[in-house]
C-alpha cells in the first residue's frame, strides 16, 4: 500500500514538476527576448508580399509610417493598388515587382533589396501574399488545387528561402499569414486547407531551426475576415455547375450548388468588416520584444472554440457540422434531380 502510496505521489508530482519547469522557461525566454526590443523601424527594412491590396497594402503603410524602409512586393505594380499605395506613403516605401510563384520575380525584388538596404538590414519578411478557393473537392480540378498551393505554400516558401540569409544576419522576424482552416476542416475549403496547413508545418520547422540564429517566426491565423479583404474570390453556381462533368452533375445537382453557394458567400460576408486586429497582430510580430508563434484572430466566443478544436477527437470534431442546417439539407439533395 505504502507503494501505490508513493508512486501516486510521483505521478502527481511530475505534471506539477513540468508546469513549473514550462513558467521558469517562459520568464527566461522573455527575459532574454526583452534585449532585442524594437523600439521604432528607423535603419531597419521590411519585405512585404501581396501588398496590391488587403493585410499587405494597410500592413505597408503602417510600417512606413512607424519609419521602416519598405519593400512592398506587388503582382501588378502598374496596378492601382501598388500606385495607391506609392501615393499615400513616404519615399522609404518601395514598390517592388513581386509574383511569389516566379524564381526570375523573386531573384529580381532579392537584388533590388540588397542594393537599397538601410544601415541595420532587413529585419523582417512577412508572407502575407495569398487566394482564397472555395469549392468541394469533387468541383477542383488538379489545376485548382496546384494554383492554390503554388502560391500560398510554395510562395512563401520560395520567398522565405532567398531572403532567409538577410534576416538571419538581423536576427529579425519571419511572419506568415495562414487562417483557422489550417487546422480547422470543413465543407469547400480543400485546397485552400491543404495550402494552409502545408504552410503552418514549415513555419513550425523554421521556427525549430531558426532559434539557434536568434531568428522569430509567427503565424497569424485569421478567421472570418472577408469584408475587410478581397481575397474572397467571387463566383456564380453557374461557374461551378459548367466545370463539372456529367457524372458530378448527377450527383451534385444544380439546386444544391446554387445553394452552397448562396451559404458560402453569406457566410464570408458576416465576418469582420476591418483588418484592424489582423494589422496590429501582423504589427506585434515585427515590433514586439516577445512575438508570438501563433496570433489566432477570431471573436471571443470563436476563438474559444478555435482553440479546443484541435484537442478534440475526430469524432467529435467531425460530428460539429451535423449540428449546420446546410450539411443536413446537402446530404437530402445529394442524388436527387
Not at 157 to 164: I, Y
Amino acid at each position: 500500500m505504502n507503494t501505490i502510496f508513493f508512486i501516486g505521489q510521483i505521478i502527481g508530482i511530475v505534471p506539477i514538476s513540468a508546469f513549473v519547469f514550462f513558467l521558469v522557461a517562459k520568464l527566461v525566454s522573455a527575459t532574454c527576448r526583452s534585449s532585442s526590443h524594437v523600439q521604432d523601424g528607423y535603419g531597419s527594412a521590411v519585405l512585404i508580399t501581396g501588398c496590391d491590396s488587403g493585410f499587405g497594402h494597410q500592413l505597408a503603410r503602417c510600417l512606413d509610417h512607424k519609419g521602416f524602409v519598405v519593400f512592398a512586393g506587388c503582382l501588378c505594380p502598374e496596378g492601382a493598388g501598388a500606385q495607391s499605395l506609392a501615393r499615400q506613403s513616404s519615399s522609404n516605401l518601395k514598390i517592388l515587382k513581386l509574383d511569389v510563384t516566379s524564381d526570375e520575380d523573386v531573384l529580381q525584388a532579392k537584388k533590388m533589396v540588397q542594393e537599397n538596404l538601410p544601415v541595420k538590414g532587413l529585419w523582417a519578411v512577412v508572407n502575407n501574399a495569398g487566394i482564397s478557393e472555395w469549392a468541394e473537392i469533387e468541383w477542383s480540378s488538379m489545376e485548382d488545387f496546384q494554383h492554390v498551393i503554388n502560391i500560398n505554400l510554395f510562395g512563401s516558401v520560395r520567398t522565405s528561402t532567398a531572403f532567409l540569409p538577410l534576416v538571419r544576419a538581423a536576427k529579425g522576424r519571419m511572419v506568415y499569414m495562414s487562417s483557422i482552416f489550417a487546422f480547422f476542416n470543413c465543407l469547400n475549403m480543400g485546397a485552400y486547407s491543404v495550402s494552409k496547413r502545408g504552410l503552418e508545418a514549415f513555419a513550425d520547422c523554421l521556427r525549430v531551426e531558426m532559434a539557434s540564429f536568434g531568428v522569430k517566426v509567427s503565424i497569424v491565423q485569421p478567421g472570418n475576415f472577408g469584408q475587410a479583404t478581397n481575397i474572397l474570390k467571387m463566383k456564380t453556381g453557374l461557374d461551378i455547375w459548367e466545370k463539372l462533368d456529367d457524372e458530378r452533375k448527377q450527383i451534385f445537382n444544380r439546386q444544391y450548388i446554387e445553394l452552397a453557394n448562396e451559404y458560402f458567400m453569406s457566410t464570408c460576408m458576416s465576418g469582420f468588416k476591418d483588418a484592424d486586429m489582423v494589422i496590429d497582430a501582423m504589427l506585434h510580430a515585427v515590433t514586439s520584444a516577445q512575438p508570438k508563434s501563433r496570433y489566432l484572430l477570431a471573436s471571443a466566443t470563436d476563438k474559444f472554440f478555435f482553440q479546443l478544436f484541435p484537442f478534440l477527437p475526430t469524432f467529435l470534431t467531425d460530428s460539429v457540422f451535423s449540428l449546420s442546417s446546410m450539411y443536413a439539407k446537402r446530404k437530402e439533395m445529394l442524388y436527387t434531380k
